[in-house]
């Protein structure tokens, strides 16, 4: 009887320190980008489907979530099935013709629905797009020897805003397109980044498959905390952020530069995190500090 209670308890509390956060985030814009390493691991589709719970939640305790997801690890499954070769200039992979459409094909046609539809499963709350859909995301090529891999020129968020305005859930596809609308497979982390910045997003979080940033790859207990944008340049120039974290954590500096409250790198592996990052008073993962964006409770006058 007693553990009943207690257990009882400990969800009321577990409801009411989540009160202040949510009165806090009403009506504010959270872009969260999940990995494509975060989906690839998901055969069973448990953890998309904690995660479509999150976000519903977040959702309808008045936020307004956007999801932005990648799918590189998707992209070269169908590659290798259609047995289709990958070549490398300089070390770098190209993107031809034949795969920036499978690179569509993959985004549009698989991951995006995938994530639409785990959203759905709790409402009609979920609108997938790619950035090709009212001119969102404008491209233009990054190195003309690597083909049709774009950089981000331009967002237009009118469609998104429109999508939120009518209390949907955008998720997007990171297809771009350029003036001439030629498509292009542009990088996932640094479009999560520039559309958190047009929105001018309270959060930006990054869902990965490692616990935060490390001071020391290698080392999982060298996790960094809190860190600001000035530090985070430091660690770039030292070398300590590599790989895939890369575009991650420049474009957190970018974001929080340019009026994006925080920027979080949170672990995808553990289930609700982002439950846990935004509604409780642990403090979980990297938390990159903004100008603008509000670290604890105190001083909460709101
Ligand atoms: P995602 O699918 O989430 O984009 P990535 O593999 O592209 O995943 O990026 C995450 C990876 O970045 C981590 O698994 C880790 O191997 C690597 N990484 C490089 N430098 C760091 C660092 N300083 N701290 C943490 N992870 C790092
Ligand atoms: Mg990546």
């Given at each position: 009887?007693?553990?009943?209670?207690?257990?009882?308890?400990?969800?009321?509390?577990?409801?009411?320190?989540?009160?202040?956060?949510?009165?806090?985030?009403?009506?504010?814009?959270?872009?969260?980008?999940?990995?494509g390493?975060?989906?690839?691991?998901?055969?069973?589709?448990?953890?998309?489907?904690?995660?479509?719970?999150?976000?519903?939640?977040?959702?309808?305790?008045?936020?307004?979530?956007?999801?932005?997801?990648g799918g590189g690890p998707q992209i070269s499954d169908l590659m290798?099935?259609?047995?289709?070769?990958?070549?490398?200039?300089?070390?770098?992979?190209?993107?031809?013709?034949?795969t920036?459409?499978i690179a569509?094909m993959v985004l549009?046609?698989q991951v995006?629905?995938?994530?639409?539809?785990?959203?759905?499963?709790?409402?009609?709350?979920?609108?997938?797009?790619?950035?090709?859909?009212?001119?969102?995301?404008?491209?233009?090529?990054?190195?003309?020897?690597?083909?049709?891999?774009?950089?981000?020129?331009?967002?237009?968020?009118?469609?998104?805003?429109?999508?939120?305005?009518?209390?949907?859930?955008?998720?997007?596809?990171?297809?771009?397109?350029?003036?001439?609308?030629?498509?292009?497979n542009?990088?996932?982390?640094?479009?999560?980044?520039?559309?958190?910045?047009?929105?001018?997003?309270?959060?930006?979080?990054?869902?990965?498959?490692?616990?935060?940033?490390?001071?020391?790859?290698?080392?999982?207990?060298?996790?960094?905390?809190?860190?600001?944008?000035?530090?985070?340049?430091?660690?770039?120039?030292?070398?300590?952020?590599?790989?895939?974290?890369?575009?991650?954590?420049?474009?957190?500096?970018?974001?929080?530069?340019?009026?994006?409250?925080?920027?979080?790198?949170?672990?995808?592996?553990?289930?609700?995190?982002?439950?846990?990052?935004?509604?409780?008073?642990?403090?979980?993962?990297?938390?990159?500090?903004?100008?603008?964006?509000?670290?604890?409770?105190?001083?909460?006058?709101?």
């Amino acid at each position: 009887m007693s553990t009943d209670h207690d257990a009882a308890g400990l969800k009321a509390s577990i409801l009411v320190e989540a009160l202040p956060y949510i009165r806090r985030f009403a009506g504010k814009i959270v872009v969260v980008k999940y990995g494509g390493n975060a989906l690839a691991g998901t055969s069973d589709h448990d953890a998309l489907s904690l995660f479509a719970e999150d976000i519903v939640l977040m959702r309808l305790v008045g936020m307004r979530p956007v999801v932005v997801h990648g799918g590189g690890p998707q992209i070269s499954d169908l590659m290798k099935r259609l047995g289709k070769e990958t070549e490398f200039v300089d070390g770098l992979r190209v993107t031809d013709a034949e795969t920036v459409d499978i690179a569509r094909m993959v985004l549009k046609g698989q991951v995006n629905p995938q994530i639409v539809a785990a959203i759905n499963v709790h409402g009609h709350y979920a609108v997938g797009v790619s950035g090709v859909d009212g001119g969102l995301i404008r491209a233009t090529a990054r190195d003309e020897r690597l083909g049709f891999v774009g950089d981000v020129t331009e967002i237009n968020p009118e469609v998104i805003h429109g999508l939120l305005d009518d209390e949907f859930i955008p998720v997007i596809a990171t297809i771009g397109s350029d003036i001439n609308g030629q498509a292009y497979n542009i990088n996932a982390d640094t479009v999560a980044g520039a559309i958190a910045e047009s929105l001018g997003a309270e959060k930006l979080v990054y869902l990965t498959d490692i616990e935060g940033l490390r001071r020391d790859v290698a080392d999982a207990a060298s996790l960094i905390r809190q860190t600001t944008a000035d530090e985070l340049d430091q660690l770039i120039a030292d070398g300590i952020i590599a790989g895939g974290m890369i575009p991650k954590v420049t474009s957190c500096i970018h974001a929080v530069r340019n009026g994006v409250g925080n920027a979080h790198i949170l672990d995808g592996r553990i289930a609700h995190v982002l439950l846990l990052e935004i509604f409780t008073d642990s403090g979980i993962g990297t938390m990159i500090k903004g100008l603008h964006g509000t670290t604890g409770l105190q001083g909460d006058d709101a």
